[in-house]
């Protein structure tokens, strides 16, 4: 009886081997055939798209995924149309420099980018390729914007921008060339090189923006407009002095003023000196050839009873004991005015008050944007 129960066992366990061997083999068969038909699967699918975009393939974020390459570049072309027509621009501080895509030859090359876009994504490695299908993580592949361009073109527009962006230092000015003066603020020198700007630009092209901001290395002016206060403007044409605190008329007084024979000269020019009841002294001038050497202050003194002088050799602004000149081109180059004027005028205004002689309102008769000598600092 042991003999025949180790028979039985020995037999049961056998042929329970044999049934594991079985479903082993059937199990491996069964994931063999299911291999073989994701691997046919696959390779079919590998083989049919061949001539078409894989998934997750893009051109400028313009998505096309299981596109021919003519129906890749026509979507292309409708998608990025406002790119293709959008202007390049420099900029600097609020300024800006355009020019159109057709002045510069500037065209996007659709062919070139989704044949890059094409190449990039089959060239992936098969493997690769095979798993992300698998388990559908397809590889995302952007390709960026490809230009072509005229070259001397693009080379001329950035010289052009660059010859407005490029510039000494702009001292502040009073413009006094409509004769209403205006304080125009410093502007600091500016320059660019142009090779890292054309850099940028041949970079921004390929951009959608199509946008360069241009760094520039930066002089500061030597004179800001607060330096501007109270100022004199004289009008030769129309006669009159005005006394601004900074563009604020405070007084306008009727003058007299040289003579063709002996003009005033326009410019800017400063008061150097005040003084209260002057003495006149012969310059020694033709003119003044039959006068005496010396007249001392009070009545009939050609000064009056106030001076200014300026820095302009020779000219005063100053009191006149002959108010009918006032109004008229009569003086030896001095801005006469009548006594209580000149008195008020001497009370407003100090040593070093600039003074801007014009010729008429739109001729000033001298470069407004210069800063004479004396204005500059040191």
């Excluded at 046919?40 to 893009?58: D, K, Q, T």
């Excluded at 420099?97 to 989704?114: C, H, R, S, W």
């Excluded at 202050?297 to 302009?312: E, F, K, M, S, V």
Aim: charged residues 20%.
């Amino acid at each position: 009886m042991k003999v025949n129960g180790a028979v039985i066992q020995t037999t049961a366990w056998v042929a329970e081997k044999r049934l594991s061997s079985v479903i082993l083999l059937i199990a491996t068969i069964f994931f063999l055939v299911i291999f073989a038909g994701v691997f046919s699967y696959l390779a079919f699918a590998e083989i049919a798209n061949s001539g078409e975009m894989p998934p997750g393939v893009s051109v400028a974020g313009v998505d096309v995924s299981h596109l021919g390459k003519e129906d890749a570049v026509s979507k292309c072309k409708k998608a990025l149309a406002e790119v293709s027509a959008r202007p390049l621009v420099i900029k600097v501080d609020d300024e800006e420099y355009k020019i159109t895509p057709a002045e510069i030859g500037l065209k996007l090359d659709f062919g070139k980018m989704v044949h890059e876009a094409y190449r990039r994504a089959w060239s992936v490695n098969p493997a690769e390729r095979f798993l992300r299908r698998l388990i559908n993580r397809p590889k995302k592949i952007n390709v960026w914007l490809l230009a072509v361009k005229d070259e001397a073109a693009l080379k001329a527009f950035v010289e052009r921008a660059l010859a407005q962006i490029n510039r000494p230092p702009q001292n502040a000015y009073v413009d006094v060339t409509s004769g209403e003066p205006v304080i125009v603020p410093a502007k600091d020198g500016r320059y660019a090189d142009f090779e890292q700007v054309y850099e940028a630009v041949g970079r921004a092209i390929c951009t959608k923006g199509r946008t360069v901001e241009v760094a520039v290395a930066r002089t500061p002016a030597e004179i800001t407009d607060s330096i501007f206060g109270r100022f004199i403007v004289i009008n030769l044409a129309s006669h009159t002095l005005t006394l601004y605190e900074r563009e604020k008329p405070l007084v306008r007084y009727p003058v007299a003023c040289g003579s063709p024979t002996y003009p005033t000269p326009p410019g800017q020019w400063k008061i150097v000196s005040k003084q209260k009841n002057p003495a006149w002294r012969n310059p020694g001038t033709a003119w003044a050839a039959s006068m005496p050497p010396y007249i001392p202050p009070g009545p009939g003194n050609p000064l009056g009873t106030r001076a200014l002088a300026l820095n302009a050799s020779g000219i005063l602004i100053h009191g006149t004991p002959s108010p009918w000149s006032v109004g008229r081109s009569v003086s030896h180059g001095c801005i006469r005015m009548y006594m209580r004027d000149v008195e008020a005028l001497f009370e407003m205004v100090e040593v070093n008050t600039p003074v801007y002689i014009i010729k008429s309102a739109g001729n000033p008769g001298f470069d407004v944007r210069k800063t004479p000598p004396w204005m500059k600092p040191g």
